[in-house]
């Protein structure tokens, strides 16, 4: 079984962890019936990568998509997040792809949600 991981740098502050929470509940409503969407802090807040795909693990995912949610493909998105997502998915036993961040359309689309909401003013 496949699943997708979400993972974000992490806050010490709930309200900025909740955003990914709700992101990844607002994916897994659009994808087919059944998929496993899950997420994760970098650092700083739970569930961290290792925690997350562990508990993917006993769920019986095999095959793991990693999401980085980054607007910009720094250390963290291209290094740090593949780096500790292989380390957790070998431990777990679990195939790996991770996509690079940002995503292809996230600068377009952030430019028309910017002034969609200036409009909006």
Not at 2 to 11: E, M, P
Not at 21 to 27: I, L, R, S, W
Not at 69 to 83: C, E, I, N
Request: hydrophobic share 50%.
């Amino acid at each position: 079984m496949r699943a997708y991981l979400l993972v974000d740098h992490g806050s010490r502050l709930e309200a900025a962890n909740r955003v990914l929470e709700e992101v990844a509940a607002a994916f897994s409503s659009q994808l087919e019936r059944g998929a496993k969407v899950a997420f994760a802090h970098q650092e700083a807040a739970a569930p961290s990568i290792e925690d997350a795909v562990a508990s993917l693990a006993r769920e019986g995912v095999t095959a793991l998509t990693v999401i980085p949610f980054f607007l910009a493909p720094g250390k963290h998105a291209t290094s740090d997040v593949p780096r500790l997502a292989r380390e957790a998915a070998d431990k777990a036993g679990m195939t790996l792809e991770v996509l690079p961040p940002p995503l292809p359309e996230v600068p377009a689309e952030l430019a028309r949600l910017l002034v969609t909401s200036l409009r909006a003013r």
